[in-house]
């Protein structure tokens, strides 16, 4: 079946330590997202990244970084610069529709605590 | 520039009554407007979506949405809510790909449905 899968689904962290949240897709989509989620304050968006090998920071990405390179995979890392990291993060990747216009698949995000 | 206001942050309703989720929009661009769902703990659900096709557009579990571009608003209704109707709604607004390039998604903050029983 095509997906989007993130892994692991539950991640703990000692302050002080990068962490790594994986992010693979199998729908041959070009464009892949990270979006961070809080009670209360919606989604946001802390990279995106529209081709292989180029990304883009998105509202919130400091303390944060990324790769691609290659299409299916996005993985994004948590470093010991971001200050407040416990959250539950969705990755997406999207697509044009017929009429050009993107639709987003969603994994089944990662919960992130830190200890 | 888009942007996505839900004018309602929670939203409650008795099990069989109906449902209306509010979103307003603003584009510089003819968009194309989407509502997911979210259960606790999980990740979004395409609900339906508008593409400048019919708008009245119908979506999965009975949910539908009207696109009125003179209101500029995108609302989501239901006639009749289902206990398992109960999660956190998104609007989310998207412009047209111009240039080769991919258009960047911009989410509401989120309704939360409770329905009662």
């Known amino acids: 079946d095509g997906g989007i899968t993130q892994s692991p689904k539950y991640l703990f962290r000692k302050e002080g330590q990068n962490v790594t949240l994986s992010c693979e897709q199998n729908?041959?989509?070009?464009?892949m997202y990270w979006y961070r989620q809080d009670p209360g304050q919606g989604l946001r968006l802390i990279y995106y990244?529209?081709?292989?090998?180029?990304?883009q920071k998105g509202d919130i990405a400091e303390g944060y970084s990324v790769s691609r390179e290659k299409k299916e995979s996005f993985p994004l890392t948590v470093t010991s610069a971001q200050k407040n990291p416990t959250a539950f993060y969705l990755c997406a990747s999207s697509t044009r529709t017929g009429t050009g216009r993107t639709e987003a698949f969603f994994g089944q995000g990662t919960r992130l605590t830190v200890v | 520039a888009q942007s996505v206001t839900q004018l309602d942050s929670h939203v409650s309703v008795s099990e069989g009554t109906p449902v209306l989720l509010r979103c307003n929009y603003s584009?510089?661009?003819?968009?194309?407007l989407f509502w997911y769902v979210q259960h606790p703990n999980k990740g979004l659900q395409l609900l339906l979506k508008?593409?400048?096709?019919?708008?009245l557009v119908k979506g999965i579990n009975g949910f539908e949405a009207e696109f009125k571009k003179s209101e500029t608003s995108f609302h989501l209704t239901k006639p009749s809510a289902h206990m398992s109707d109960a999660a956190e709604y998104f609007c989310?607004?998207?412009?047209?790909?111009?240039?080769?390039?991919?258009?960047?998604?911009?989410f509401g903050k989120g309704t939360k449905l409770s329905v009662k029983p």
């Open positions: 990244s529209q081709i292989v090998n180029d990304f």
């Open positions: 508008y593409t400048s096709a019919a708008t």
């Open positions: 729908l041959n989509h070009d464009a």
């Open positions: 584009s510089s661009y003819s968009p194309s």
């Open positions: 989310v607004v998207s412009e047209p790909n111009y240039g080769g390039s991919q258009g960047n998604l911009i």
